[in-house]
T-cell receptor, first 114, second 109 residues
């Protein structure tokens, strides 16, 4: 199974600022995913990030608000731009599990925007 | 992807089997049933998945009805650490999971 770490684990930010969340996996993977979990809600897929190509965003999410980088097969970043209190959520990255047909999730980044 | 219906919450006594139902009446032929769980303050954890045959692994068993319109996740001997939200997800690919609200399973001592 893949081991995934995220930085920061939590942060408190002021509105109007931006935060970049890092996701590191201990093995090379083709597909990485970013999810958002708003308070008391389930997970919503933000985008899929494949190395060497532009991220693919789901309906309701745009690159200007959530720019994503995928510089190599073990790392990705998600930036939450121009934050507002509505962006307060847990942000999770996950990776595809290859032949095991699973997804492995990171521990999440807890973001509070004041 | 097909939608799923799960009870909002369930209770189970420690040491007993926990049976979590899921309805997916609109499932199509190429769609799998996936189960994940999320323990409080952690990322979701994969449990098991299946297409039409029953499946078993070290964590749980998955029973899928013959018409594939419903399934049951079985935790054979629930422990306190199994208290979590359990998500039943139906999809043709594990690479685009649509999470519903899931079932909050509370295992009581």
């Amino acid at each position: 199974s893949a081991v995934i770490s995220q930085k920061p684990s939590r942060d408190i930010c002021q509105r109007g600022t931006s935060l970049t969340i890092q996701c590191q996996v201990d093995s090379q993977v083709t597909m990485m995913f970013w999810y958002r979990q708003q308070p008391g809600q389930s997970l919503t897929l933000i985008a899929t990030a494949n190395q060497g190509s532009e991220a693919t965003y789901e309906s309701g999410f745009v690159i200007d608000k959530f720019p994503i980088s995928r510089p190599n097969l073990t790392f990705s970043t998600l930036t939450v731009s121009n934050m507002s209190p509505e962006d307060s959520s847990i942000y999770l990255c996950s990776v595809e599990g290859g032949v095991e047909e699973t997804q492995y999730f990171g521990p999440g980044t807890r973001l509070l925007v004041l | 992807d097909a939608k799923t219906t799960q009870p909002t919450s369930m209770d189970c006594a420690e040491g007993r089997a926990a049976n979590l139902p899921c309805n997916h009446s609109t499932i199509s032929g190429n769609e799998y049933v996936y189960w994940y769980r999320q323990i409080h303050s952690q990322g979701p954890q994969y449990i098991i998945h299946g297409l039409k045959n029953n499946e078993t692994n070290e964590m749980a068993s998955l029973i899928i009805t013959e018409d594939r319109k419903s399934s049951t996740l079985i935790l054979p001997h629930a422990t306190l650490r199994d208290t979590a939200v359990y998500y039943c997800i139906v999809g043709s690919s594990n690479y685009k999971l649509t999470f519903g609200k899931g079932t909050l399973l509370t295992v009581n001592p």
